[in-house]
C-alpha cells in the first residue's frame, strides 16, 4: 500500500443476531424446574422427611412397650494425652439412648458408665480426633463400654452431641 491508496471507510449496516427464542426457552424451563426440586426438597425436609426409615424404626407401634429415653449426660471435660508440653483438652456432651423400659436403671448406674468412660477418653490423643471417621470410632467405643457397664440390652445407641478439642 502506498501512501496515496484511499480506504473506503463507510458504515455498513451489520444485522443484529436474533436472540434464539428456543434457548431462552430453555434455559427458563431449567430454572423453574430448580426451583421446584428446590422448594419440594425444602418442604420435605421441613416435615420431617417422613419416608419410613429413621423415624420409623424410633416411633414404637401400639401395642409395644414404652418408647425409648433420652439420657443427657453433664459435660465432660478431660485432658489428652500428647507428646509436646502443651495441655490439651477434650469437652464432650452426649445423650444415652436407653432401652425400652430402662431409662431409670441407666440413670441410676450413670456413675458408672462415666467410670467406664474416663479410661477410653483420656487415652486419647489429638491426632485420634483427626478425620471424618473419628467421632465414628469414639462413638462405636463409648457404646460398647456403656454396654459393659450397664449390661446387655440396657443402651441402644451413644448420641455425640459436642467434640471440642481445646
Not at 423453574?32 to 419416608?51: I, K, T
Not at 467406664?116 to 460398647?144: C, H, W, Y
Amino acid at each position: 500500500m502506498s501512501s496515496d491508496d484511499v480506504i473506503d471507510i463507510t458504515a455498513v449496516d451489520v444485522p443484529e443476531p436474533k436472540k434464539s427464542g428456543r434457548k431462552m426457552l430453555v434455559i427458563g424451563g431449567a430454572a423453574v424446574l430448580a426451583l421446584l426440586a428446590g422448594g419440594g426438597g425444602a418442604w420435605w425436609f421441613m416435615r420431617g422427611g417422613e419416608s419410613g426409615g429413621h423415624e420409623a424404626a424410633a416411633e414404637p407401634s401400639k401395642g409395644e412397650g414404652d418408647a425409648s429415653s433420652y439420657i443427657e449426660v453433664p459435660p465432660m471435660i478431660v485432658n489428652l494425652r500428647g507428646g509436646d508440653s502443651q495441655a490439651r483438652f477434650l469437652k464432650l456432651r452426649f445423650i444415652i439412648v436407653a432401652a425400652d423400659g430402662k431409662a431409670e436403671k441407666v440413670k441410676a448406674k450413670l456413675p458408672a458408665v462415666l467410670d467406664a468412660l474416663q479410661p477410653f477418653l483420656r487415652e486419647l490423643r489429638p491426632d485420634d480426633l483427626n478425620g471424618s471417621a473419628a467421632v465414628f470410632r469414639i462413638k462405636e467405643e463409648m457404646m460398647t463400654r456403656a454396654t459393659q457397664a450397664l449390661g446387655a440390652g440396657m443402651v441402644k445407641d451413644v448420641l455425640i452431641q459436642d467434640l471440642v478439642q481445646q
